[in-house]
């Protein structure tokens, strides 16, 4: 198992903690209120560990064919020429909208390119798969949002991309909050 599904799993793990936890507070080993808090906590601490897993960080190299830079889950590479897919993540913190663009190739690699030079390099490597695919070579499955957002293709898809992506964030914590509520009211 990899480190980047360990720390996924870790997260998820988090995430469904306190709904174990209920049945440890009616067996009266935590507090009534303990699992609501541990939820929150959970909620809070792998809504921000789950995006950042594979983002790269500083320090970071470039080559004309591999990207290559520290994440949370140690360092890695993405084979630029070997692209499979590409998708836009979407976050949101402190009234602004943070995008990360999830790179995978063919050796099943994630990076999430943040920095504008890992941007102008991803844009020159689609740009060039696109065009082998027209002589007949594999062609990536980029995103329509991930598409508006590198320039390749027209704004309208990075506008319906970030307001499903708010839609998404706010109505799955909102069900998550209401659900530790239930749980602790009971």
Do not use: W
């Not at 909620?43 to 080559?63: G, N, T």
Request: glycine share 10%; hydrophobic share 45%.
């Amino acid at each position: 198992m990899t480190r980047a599904r360990m720390a996924s799993g870790l997260a998820v793990t988090a995430l469904l903690l306190p709904f174990c936890g209920v049945g440890l507070a009616k067996a009266g080993a935590f507090p009534e209120g303990a699992p609501i808090v541990i939820g929150l906590l959970s909620m809070i601490a792998s809504s921000v560990l789950l995006p950042a897993l594979c983002e790269e960080r500083a320090p970071f190299r470039h080559s004309s064919s591999y990207i290559t830079a520290h994440t949370l889950t140690g360092e890695r590479s993405v084979d630029l020429n070997r692209i499979t897919t590409v998708r836009l993540l979407t976050t949101f913190s402190y009234g602004r909208t943070y995008r990360t663009l999830l790179v995978r190739d063919a050796h099943g690699v994630r990076l999430g390119i943040t920095t504008e030079r890992g941007r102008r390099k991803l844009r020159r490597a689609i740009e060039k798969a696109d065009a082998g695919a027209a002589r007949g070579g594999p062609r990536p499955r980029v995103s329509r949002a991930a598409r508006a957002h590198l320039g390749l293709a027209p704004g309208r898809g990075l506008v319906v991309h970030t307001i499903l992506a708010f839609l998404l964030v706010t109505v799955s914590g909102s069900l998550y909050v209401v659900a530790l509520l239930r749980l602790g009211g009971q």
